[in-house]
């Protein structure tokens, strides 16, 4: 299947798919046209609808489709989530003809200067895909972006938003969503903007510079522009495959690696690689750590990190009274909240940091603390009436949440109170 390149195909495409929502939408409206049962099934049409389109246009709004089911599931109706969960990456994917295309567009003269572009990408996700090619005499990767995808974000997050806010009727809830969806609005145009992903590839190659066992690409300035991103290319095996033939040792290894990884980027950089999915990190022969995908990186100052720590203080110490009163400050829970769902915020932080009370190893396959935290987030989310996605934290909790998910596959065990220690 062909993704729309041209601002006309992928504008006529948007416009086809709201005018088929907009009909939908009068019948909604006139009076007495529909029971609520039925209005929500009209809504999970439209929901249904909206995915099939950006499944096939890629881009932004299938990334900010794939944002929106993982952040925000517990403030839509869960027929909703069911379907914004099946947006996948993989699938369509642009010809080699296309992609020589843009580079020819984008590198013009310098494009001569590479040789045998890969007739088939050896990645692909939403925005972009990824050939490998030869470039003074060694192997690079090449990051190509699909055409059309900067110019298409503002309006494909509006209309998401536009119908998640009809779709919280649904729930009871009025939660303010607006700064969930201004976080994953300069989230896209931060990940289309491909220079700016060079320049953290840089910082992070400075910041791992002398920590063993990682391994980051290096970018090749002279060959990338704002949509082609030119780097190093690493021999490795993707992880999902190296976990299949990998020792037990190794496993424990690579997953002590990924909790040193998001420490040191965190605790000592401020600046965090926040998108966790298993395609962004690769193992060596040598069983180094490889981490890619530079676009959805964040900076994290030194007073946010310090408020930060003081909410998990506080959390150990259960010292609840002034632990609702900086959450609600840090945007964590809205004060208008009521007593039970505050109870319920404390209940859930109390969980959430229970492996860093655990005496001695936390063994993460077998501990039940992914259904537990989970539990405790559906709960409290459940009785929420205001208080939207912290968005300053989002994107730190997804990755600090695929780092446990990814120590629970490969079984890591690990003493979280050392942990503890270097956050707190």
């Not at 929106?68 to 990456?89: D, F, M, R, T």
């Not at 769902?341 to 492996?355: C, F, G, N, R, T």
């Not at 300053?392 to 629970?408: A, E």
Request: hydrophobic share 40%; with cysteine; charged share 25%.
């Amino acid at each position: 299947m062909d993704i729309p390149q041209s601002k006309w195909a992928r504008g006529s495409k948007l416009l086809k798919m709201a005018s088929k929502m907009a009909a939908q939408e009068i019948g909604h409206r006139l009076p007495g046209a529909m029971d609520q049962a039925k209005k929500l099934a009209a809504r999970i049409e439209q929901t249904r609808l909206l995915v099939e389109t950006l499944s096939q246009m890629k881009g932004a709004a299938m990334k900010a489709g794939q944002l929106l089911g993982l952040e925000a599931g517990e403030y839509l109706p869960p027929e909703v989530v069911e379907i914004l969960s099946k947006l996948q990456s993989s699938g369509s994917s642009l010809s080699i003809e296309k992609i020589e295309e843009i580079l020819k567009s984008e590198l013009k003269e310098k494009y001569s200067s590479l040789q045998h572009v890969s007739q088939t990408s050896v990645a692909s996700a939403s925005i972009g895909q990824v050939h490998t090619a030869q470039y003074n005499d060694r192997t690079i990767a090449l990051k190509v972006q699909f055409p059309g995808i900067s110019q298409t974000i503002d309006s494909d997050v509006a209309m998401l938003e536009s119908l998640v806010t009809k779709l919280q009727f649904f729930t009871d809830k009025k939660i303010e969503l607006s700064p969930l969806f201004e976080e994953i609005r300069n989230t896209l145009h931060q990940e289309a903007d491909y220079t700016a992903e060079l320049d953290f590839m840089e910082q992070y190659s400075k910041n791992f510079k002398n920590k063993n066992g990682f391994v980051i690409p290096s970018p090749i300035r002279e060959i990338s522009t704002n949509k082609v991103l030119a780097m190093d290319y690493i021999k490795a095996q993707s992880l999902k495959d190296w976990t299949l033939t990998a020792s037990k040792e190794d496993k424990q290894f690579i997953g002590t690696q990924m909790m040193e990884l998001f420490l040191h980027e965190y605790l000592e950089c401020g600046l965090v690689q926040t998108d966790p999915n298993w395609g962004n990190f690769l193992v060596t022969d040598k069983c180094e750590l490889v981490v890619l995908d530079f676009g959805a990186c964040k900076v994290y100052d030194e007073e946010f990190r310090k408020t930060y720590r003081s909410i998990l203080d506080l959390t150990m110490r259960r010292e609840k009274a002034e632990l609702l009163k900086i959450s609600e400050g840090f945007g964590l829970i809205d004060p208008r909240e009521s007593q039970d769902a505050k109870d319920s915020y404390l209940h859930m932080m109390d969980v959430v940091i229970a492996p860093f009370r655990h005496q001695g190893d936390f063994d993460f396959s077998k501990e039940t603390y992914s259904k537990n935290s989970k539990d405790a987030s559906i709960a409290f989310a459940k009785m929420l009436k205001f208080s939207p996605p912290p968005k300053n934290l989002i994107f730190l909790h997804r990755k600090l949440g695929g780092v446990f998910q990814t120590m629970k596959k490969l079984e890591t065990t690990m003493d979280l109170r050392l942990v503890w220690q270097r956050m707190v």
